[in-house]
């Protein structure tokens, strides 16, 4: 397997109710390194862009509310195919459907407030983390 970085975001659901502790040792335990980390909350327009692969969608607007609605944790995550492999602990996006074990079955609270986030390819991933870090800002 290869090493990869991915993005991860613990969304404001999570941080509201003091999940942050408990979906980080999730990814911990899930072979995931953390290797940047910073709390911090969007504005509308960074929101915005950071979804605009979204915009056309009929929930853009909710999600670009939901994602400043409070503070979020944005990571980089390291590890052996870690893009596969985050998305494996994330569980699927809607948390009805996600698997027992997952942190969307176990914390999400709706497809939109389903607690995390995380990139879905490298060209992704790449792009997401750029958003957040400076190279200088991640210590892998």
């Given at each position: 397997?290869?090493?990869?970085?991915?993005?991860?975001?613990?969304?404001?659901?999570?941080?509201?109710?003091?999940?942050?502790?408990?979906?980080?040792?999730?990814?911990?335990?899930?072979?995931?390194?953390?290797?940047?980390?910073?709390?911090?909350?969007?504005?509308?327009?960074?929101?915005?862009?950071?979804?605009?692969?979204?915009?056309?969608?009929?929930?853009?607007?909710?999600?670009?509310?939901?994602?400043?609605?409070?503070?979020?944790?944005?990571?980089?995550?390291?590890?052996?195919?870690?893009?596969?492999?985050?998305?494996?602990?994330?569980?699927?996006?809607?948390?009805?459907?996600?698997?027992?074990?997952?942190?969307?079955?176990?914390?999400?609270?709706?497809?939109e407030a389903n607690s995390v986030h995380?990139?879905?390819?490298?060209?992704?991933?790449?792009?997401?983390?750029?958003?957040?870090?400076?190279?200088?800002?991640?210590?892998?």
């Open positions: 397997m290869a090493i990869q970085r991915t993005l991860s975001i613990i969304k404001p659901d999570a941080t509201r109710r003091n999940l942050t502790g408990q979906i980080i040792a999730r990814l911990e335990q899930g072979g995931l390194h953390v290797i940047a980390q910073k709390r911090l909350r969007l504005t509308r327009e960074q929101a915005e862009r950071f979804y605009a692969v979204h915009a056309s969608r009929s929930f853009f607007n909710d999600l670009c509310t939901f994602m400043t609605s409070g503070p979020v944790v944005v990571q980089v995550l390291e590890g052996d195919d870690a893009i596969a492999r985050n998305r494996r602990v994330m569980g699927s996006t809607n948390p009805a459907n996600a698997e027992a074990g997952t942190i969307r079955k176990d914390f999400g609270e709706s497809i995380g990139s879905d390819s490298p060209d992704t991933a790449a792009q997401e983390i750029r958003f957040f870090f400076a190279e200088m800002e991640i210590a892998g």
